[in-house]
Each structure stands twice: as C-alpha cells, then as structure tokens.
C-alpha cells in the first residue's frame, strides 16, 4: 500500500488529472468530497488530503511515502525527503512585486511574504536589507493598505496583481509541482513506487 500526500486547493485538480492520465482509477468524488483520506483499493493506494505547506511535513514524517508539492514549498524550507519528479503541472513563479511608482522604503523596508525564508536569502543576496513580515495569505493586499513597500509571492495568470493595481518587479525562481518521496518508504518500497514514477513519467506535459 502506497500512501500518498496530495495539496488540496489549487495544485489538487491538476494532480488528479495527471494521475487519471497514468491510468490510476481514482474515485469520481475524488475532487468533490470533503473527506481527508480515500483509499483506493483498486490501485493499493490511499491518498491524504493536507495544505500544500503540510504535505512535505507528512511526506518528512514518513506517515505519507510520496507526496506532490510545489517547488516553492520545497525551497522555503530544507526537508529530509527526495524529489523524484518535475511534474511540470501548476506552472507559476515567485515574485517581488508591490505599487507601481512606489519605491522601497530606503530606511526600513518592509517585505510580506509568506515565505520568510525565500525572500530573506533574495534580499541578502540582492544586498537589501528588509524587514520580512510574515502572512498566511492574500499577500497582495499588504502594500494596498501600508503595510509592506514589497511582496514576495506567486504569480500564476498574474490577475491578483493587477486587479489590485500592483506590478511586478523581479522574478525570483519558476515553480512546478514535485513528486517527493520519504527517503525510508523509497527504499522499503522501491519496485511500487519506480512503478507510480514510470506511469507518472510517461504522461508529463512537455
Ligand atoms: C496564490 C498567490 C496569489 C495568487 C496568484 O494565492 O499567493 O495570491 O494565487 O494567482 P494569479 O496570478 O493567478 O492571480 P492563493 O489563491 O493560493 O491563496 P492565498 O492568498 O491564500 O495564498
């Protein structure tokens, strides 16, 4: 039985679509259902429904052998898990953007991201100093009410920058999911999980 940590949110469908692409039968209320964790007995599966950030964590902690993750996730942090596969699905990248025309703060500029590390070590290497404020989400809205010169977050369509009048300033890195693996769950389970890697690899978008 293969245990596998799927994001939910806005990662989930195209992960599910890639994985009915490599021919695994997933349930149809697989997207639908409020449920956390679905097995799949059909495929000796089960799959565990966590937050994006959570499913490296569950992957880590080996209670998930194989996880899909962004590779934002995966660069905020360094985990004990191995990454085994671009999946080249949920294409984004990470950014700095913030209010056209507004110039950092040069005495104590204020970065909100919620990714603290990611954006430290862009501004370090940058030699800015910044003050990183730390948030959950809806990012953009800090700059619109004063409360950081900067964002550091992803952009996908990029509509949520400019339906809130902000532009983007630099790229940092591009983004697509991973497939993780615990280092443990690899080697014990090695021959089901070069077969999901197969399935996966044959379907990948180019
Ligand atoms: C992400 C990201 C941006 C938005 C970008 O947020 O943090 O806010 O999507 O997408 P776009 O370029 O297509 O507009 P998400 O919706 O995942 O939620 P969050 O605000 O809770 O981070």
Do not use: W
Request: charged share 30%.
């Amino acid at each position: 039985m293969l245990t596998v940590a799927m994001p939910k949110g806005r990662i989930f469908e195209e992960a599910v679509e890639l994985l009915r692409k490599a021919d695994y039968t997933l349930p149809p209320e697989f997207a639908e259902s409020r449920k956390l964790v679905i097995e799949v007995p059909e495929e000796n599966m089960r799959f565990i429904l966590a937050k994006p950030m959570d499913v490296v964590t569950y992957v880590e902690h080996g209670v998930a052998d194989l996880g899909i993750a962004g590779k934002d996730v995966m660069m905020e942090e360094e985990r004990d898990v191995y990454e085994l596969l671009d999946l080249k699905i949920s294409k984004c990248h990470l950014a700095v953007a913030g209010l056209p025309g507004v110039r950092m703060n040069q005495i104590a500029p204020r970065v909100a991201t919620k990714y603290p590390n990611i954006a430290s070590s862009y501004f370090r290497e940058q030699g800015e100093q910044v003050e990183i404020i730390r948030l959950n989400g809806s990012i953009e809205l800090a700059p619109l009410i004063g409360l950081a010169d900067r964002i550091v977050d992803i952009v996908s369509t990029g509509r949520t920058l400019k339906e809130n009048g902000l532009v983007e300033f630099e790229k940092i890195a591009d983004v697509t999911s991973r497939l993780i693996v615990n280092p443990v769950s690899y080697r014990m389970k090695d021959e089901a999980i070069d077969r999901l890697v197969e399935r996966l690899s044959a379907v990948i978008p180019q």
